[in-house]
């Protein structure tokens, strides 16, 4: 079972990755790319990557945090 979460935690960190880093490249994709604005959307995309990164950090904290607060006072042990 350990190897199974394992894969499973990478495999969904690989897609979460996937998706920030799609949605962050596909403003690069436009009809009209003028140089000027190269520096513009290399800007962007880091303040984008950014912001996604840390707010993902900080839910999934806050959710780890809560999980494990809901684990310690419910005793699994005890049914009814």
Do not use: Q, W
Not at 3 to 19: C, I, K, P, R, T
Not at 28 to 49: H, S, T, W
């Amino acid at each position: 079972p350990h190897l199974f979460y394992l894969v499973f935690g990478e495999s969904v960190l690989n897609d979460a990755v996937g998706l920030v880093l799609f949605n962050a490249f596909s403003k690069f994709v436009v009809a009209e790319n003028p140089p000027g604005k190269v520096l513009v959307a290399i800007l962007d995309f880091l303040i984008v990557f950014s912001v996604d990164f840390v707010g993902s950090l900080v839910l999934g904290i806050f959710c780890g945090i809560c999980v494990a607060f809901l684990l310690k006072i419910v005793d699994m042990r005890k049914t009814t």
